[in-house]
């Protein structure tokens, strides 16, 4: 793992070294003094594991280089759709609550607070179709990447052709 690594990871993430460090599980003192400058993390395997662990976790990928191209890091596919169920989930529960309370209160509910409950849903609704949307839009996008010719003519979206 290279220390560049981590710092770009980190930042995809906005973690500062403490929130990395505690979802890791090591010391804030190990990560500033392993990320400054360029080469390789030479904590110990177990720590390495803990980081790499805490990053994957997050979404975060990190690449290992391979021909001409050096590491990196990158947002994990699956993490992306995962992100995008997980708000879609949330919405539709927060609408089903909200759906619930207005049936249980509506015979003593003020004519506004009804009207104002009313918008809210019809915004939580929309949000929610937006998230599908969203997440069948991934769906399609992953399916178009997994389509591309291997053939070396293309390194994906935004590549250069040689």
């Given at each position: ?53 805490a ?19 990158r ?76 053939d ?11």
């Open positions: 793992m290279m220390k560049a690594q981590v710092r770009a990871a980190r930042a995809l993430l906005g973690w500062s070294q403490e929130e990395l460090a505690s979802r890791a599980s090591v010391s804030v003192a190990t990560i500033r003094r392993q990320e400054p400058g360029a080469g390789e993390f030479s904590a110990s395997g177990e720590v390495l594991a803990r980081i790499a662990a990053l994957e976790s997050a979404g975060v990928e990190l690449v290992v280089g391979g021909d001409s191209k050096g590491p990196g890091v947002f994990s596919r699956s993490s992306d759709r995962e992100r995008l169920t997980f708000v879609l989930e949330a919405i539709q529960g927060a609408e089903k609550l909200l759906r619930s309370a207005q049936i249980a209160s509506a015979a003593s509910m003020d004519k506004s607070v009804a009207r104002d409950l009313d918008q809210a849903l019809s915004a939580i609704h929309l949000a929610a179709r937006k998230t599908a949307q969203e997440v069948e839009s991934f769906d399609d996008f992953v399916d178009f990447i997994a389509d591309l010719p291997p070396g003519t293309s390194d994906g979206i935004g590549a250069d052709k040689k």
